[in-house]
């Protein structure tokens, strides 16, 4: 069992939080284990490809593997309160880059030796030694987050938004007790401490730290506790509802086209430009190209040089799976999971 002793101060700083660090770690690590999301599927060769930056594979190396029961809290920055000044993921973003040397080194050091089942790849201990692994990580998320979760954000955080006011509805009618001992069957409330079903017995003083309670979408149903970095305290949850009334046809995390790439693939019928497509669709020219840059690094569209224009235009594989995903959305919302269950090659 792990008790978590907190106090009357901890439980009148409880507050609800998303977390598209978390959720962007959560995803990354299925990427990387090519496993699959029970909801939103498969990643898709997009967050595969991402896999080859060298910040987002320093990211890989920091994630448990095989057994491994700790991830470094320096990846998760606990939500702050900012978030009407700037966006949430901007703002974890900077904390990473943020994180003290001491810190980065106790947790990427000290703690994965004492929690990992394998020793710290000497090349990550190097970039851990030269001081420059923040701006490094700080840069991986932000990659990865760009070429893989950005776009479906909305979604992700429309269900946890729905858990955030099911909770404080919860605890202004039960209060935070009861609701702590409701988040998980395998967490309980014991009126000074919070408690947690574990084949080993630990006890870890809280006291005096801001509880931050953040439902988790895509590391459901696994149960995180962040208290390693100082000051902190972290509960990670599965929210409720996760694929309920879910528009599965968009499907804007598991397939690789979401809305500004499948708005440019249906233009796409004739080859045009990027400033032509810029001027059609609304999106700016340097969306366009970065989606044009995705779209054809999965061989969904062709370039071409014409004088001074680059003209783009889809291939006929992408002109098929566009009509195969429009029968799917007659045939049935399940069957059109296709469009990222195809196995495109990747350059």
């Known amino acids: 069992m792990l008790t978590l002793r907190v106090d009357a101060n901890t439980v009148s700083r409880t507050r609800l939080a998303p977390s598209p660090a978390s959720e962007c770690m959560a995803w990354l690590k299925l990427t990387a284990a090519s496993g699959r999301h029970p ?34 809290d320096l990846l998760t920055p606990q939500p702050g309160t900012d978030a009407q000044r700037r966006d949430l993921i901007d703002e974890q973003i ?36 030269s001081g420059q692994m923040q701006r490094h990580l700080a840069n991986g998320l932000a990659r990865f987050w760009r070429d893989t979760l950005a776009e479906g954000w909305p979604e992700l955080r429309s269900i946890i938004h729905q858990d955030i006011a099911h909770r404080a509805t919860a605890i202004a009618t039960h209060g935070v007790g009861r609701t702590l001992g409701a988040l998980h069957p395998d967490m309980a409330w ?91 669709t609304g999106y700016t020219p340097g969306t366009v190209s970065y989606h044009l840059s995705a779209l054809h690094r999965a061989r969904l569209v062709t370039k071409a040089r014409d004088g001074r224009y680059v003209l783009y235009q889809r291939t006929a594989h992408a002109a098929g799976l566009l009509e195969e995903a429009h029968c799917s959305t007659r045939r049935s919302s399940a069957s059109t999971r296709k469009l990222t269950q195809s196995k495109w090659p990747l350059t």
């Open 190 to 280: 014991a009126g000074d401490a919070i408690t947690l079903a574990k084949p080993w017995d630990a006890e870890i003083d809280v006291v005096g730290r801001d509880l931050v309670l953040t439902p988790s979408v895509l590391s459901r149903p696994a149960v995180i506790i962040q208290v390693d970095t100082p000051g902190q305290f972290v509960f990670y949850y599965p929210a409720q509802r996760i694929g309920a009334d879910r528009d599965r046809r968009s499907g804007k995390i598991a397939q690789v086209v979401g809305n500004a790439r499948a708005a440019l693939l249906a233009d796409l019928e004739t080859a045009r430009s990027t400033a032509e497509l810029a001027a059609r």
């Open 94 to 129: 900077a904390q990473i880059e943020a994180v003290a040397q001491d810190d980065l080194e106790t947790q990427v050091f000290t703690h994965t030796r004492t929690h990992w089942n394998r020793p710290l790849l000497a090349t990550t201990r190097r970039i851990a030694e």
């Open 39 to 72: 909801v939103f599927g498969d990643p898709g060769p997009l967050a595969r490809a991402s896999l080859a930056h060298p910040d987002v594979a320093l990211l890989v190396d920091l994630l448990p593997q095989n057994g491994d029961t700790y991830r470094p």
